[in-house]
């Protein structure tokens, strides 16, 4: 057990070192923030695996353009890439407490029509999109 706990903080310190900075760290809720590595269009959205929120791992990758959130999911649209002819939808369950595997749970990469099915089966379809970059829509 302690050499499986000693590789999972290995592994997010690497993934820390070599892909977080705060060029363009902005908050959404809890732990949950947009991260962007080099440029705006590197924009991801990280967990803070901290507690002064200076190291993030990535729950859902480049290029998170927009999000929105309840006490439960956040909702995320992401182009792959910076390819703005197709949207990816991502529900994300929201960790208060620490946790070491932020992504886990997540659902997605989804289509709009299986972002809206999925939104009524979990009962957030009320959850709107309130926070946009919209030079990267």
Known sequence: MKYFLKYIISFYILICLFSCNDLNNKHITER??????DTKDNTSLGYSINDDNSSFV????ETVFSVGYNNRYII???HLTNNK???NYYIVPIY???NYSPEKGVIGPLSVDEFNTK???LHI?????TITYDDLK
């Open 119 to 121: 939104s009524k089966e």
């Open 85 to 87: 002819k197709n949207t």
């Open 96 to 98: 208060i407490k620490f």
């Open 32 to 37: 949950y923030y947009f991260v962007a590595a």
């Open 76 to 78: 995320v649209k992401q």
């Open 58 to 61: 990535d729950v859902v990758g």
């Open 125 to 129: 379809e009320d959850i709107k999109f």
